[in-house]
């Protein structure tokens, strides 16, 4: 299995408040992709990073920001919570990110906002 | 604007019988498609691949089925077993850089023994 973690893996916050979820992989790949999954809309793009310091929007951006600082490390940053990023929330990883399309997946983090 | 779309959001099948999840696409930019297997509190974990200059790919139960003509593809598991009872996602990728994957909805497979 690739060396994903995620933290925290479930979380309850505030509506308001700012919430930052970490993914860190041991295998030094250089893509890194946070997504979230709700019913009836399957696995959705967030943002993406193909570098450190190097980082992209995907499909569903809006209230979220990332950072990379290090290969290792990518973090999510909802900056004010709402209910409607209660979500289960996927980073996952990939070696070349072009040829070879296959992502590996972290565990995932429950994010409930009340 | 749903470019890849798994239809029914749910099968059942017997054990041992043949399972087959359907999958759309609208991008003809695709070029690569994936399944990924997903249980409960897990992540999704990677099961099966094509690309589009093939029409089939096996391995072992699993094979993937690609008929570009009618943007469509399909996962065979034969035969089934109550393990294989998981969601199962199917992804598109190609014309976009970074190596970024488009989910359709998932279909929850059901495995009775």
């Known amino acids: 299995d690739a060396g994903i973690t995620q933290s925290p893996r479930h979380k309850v916050t505030e509506t308001g408040t700012p919430v930052t979820l970490r993914c860190h992989q041991t295998?030094?790949?250089?893509?890194m992709y946070w997504y979230r999954q709700d019913p009836g809309h399957g696995l959705r793009l967030i943002h993406y990073?193909?570098?450190?310091?190097?980082?992209d929007k995907g499909e569903v951006s809006d209230g979220y920001s990332v950072s990379r600082s290090k290969t290792e490390d990518f973090l999510l940053t909802l900056e004010s919570a709402t209910s409607s990023q209660t979500s289960v929330y996927f980073c996952a990883i990939s070696e070349q990110g072009g040829a070879s399309y296959e992502q590996y997946f972290g565990p995932g983090t429950r994010l409930t906002v009340t | 604007d749903q470019q890849v779309k798994q239809n029914s959001p749910s099968l059942s099948v017997q054990e041992g019988r043949i399972s087959i999840l359907n999958c759309d696409y609208t991008?003809?930019?695709?070029?690569?498609f994936l399944w990924y297997k997903k249980y409960p509190a897990e992540g999704p974990t990677f099961l099966i691949s094509i690309s589009s200059i093939k029409d089939k790919n096996e391995d072992g139960r699993f094979t993937v089925f690609l008929n570009k003509s009618a943007k469509h593809l399909s996962l065979h598991i034969v035969p089934s077993q109550p393990g294989d009872s998981a969601v199962y996602f199917c992804a598109a990728a190609g014309g976009t850089s970074y190596g970024k994957l488009t989910f359709g909805q998932g279909t929850i497979l059901t495995v009775h023994p």
């Open positions: 990073s193909y570098g450190v310091k190097d980082t």
């Open positions: 991008n003809s930019m695709f070029d690569y």
């Open positions: 295998e030094n790949h250089r893509y």
